[in-house]
């Protein structure tokens, strides 16, 4: 009868742990790197982080900012003006001017996970797929 109550305590007192790790664990996500041998794709997950995940078209939109990020016309943009360098990737403007980290255009800035993926897009040649 004993063994049969300290297991049952043993229990409970397990369920509340992991039930209390699983708490801080969505309180505080940890980034997960992207894969990358996954390609990236342009169209499905780097425009998207302007127009719907982020707002950053709202003022870039070609009259309240120069840059345009809206989607139909992102790639070119920065590609024509220089914000994305493929030789040192970790330099391209479009991925460190909003990076959470860098003070820069503090207003408005990426979440860690955007900016990984961006870096991994432009690493993987800034391809517009
Ligand atoms: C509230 C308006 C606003 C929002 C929202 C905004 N920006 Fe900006 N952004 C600006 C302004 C104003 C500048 C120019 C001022 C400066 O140089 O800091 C700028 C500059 C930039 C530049 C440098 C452009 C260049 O040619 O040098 C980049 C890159 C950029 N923004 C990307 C983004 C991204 C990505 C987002 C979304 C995460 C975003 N911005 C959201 C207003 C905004």
Redesign the pocket.
């Known amino acids: 009868m004993k063994r049969i109550l300290l297991m049952i305590i043993v229990m409970v007192a397990a369920s509340f742990l992991i039930s209390s790790c699983q708490y801080k664990f969505t309180v505080e996500p940890k980034v997960v790197p992207p894969d990358p041998d996954v390609p990236v794709s342009f169209s499905e997950e780097i425009a998207p982080?302007?127009n719907t995940i982020?707002?950053?078209a709202?003022?870039?939109n070609g009259q309240?900012?120069s840059?345009n990020?809206q989607t139909d016309v992102a790639y070119d943009q920065i590609i024509s003006?220089g914000?994305v360098n493929t030789e040192i990737p970790e330099e391209s403007?479009?991925y460190t001017?909003?990076h959470p980290d860098a003070g820069?255009?503090s207003?408005?800035?990426?979440s860690a996970s955007d900016a990984q993926l961006i870096l991994l897009w432009i690493q993987q040649g800034a391809l517009n797929n």
């Open positions: 982080i302007w982020n707002n950053c709202s003022c870039h309240t900012h840059l990020l003006k914000l403007k479009i001017y909003p820069t255009h207003w408005s800035v990426y």
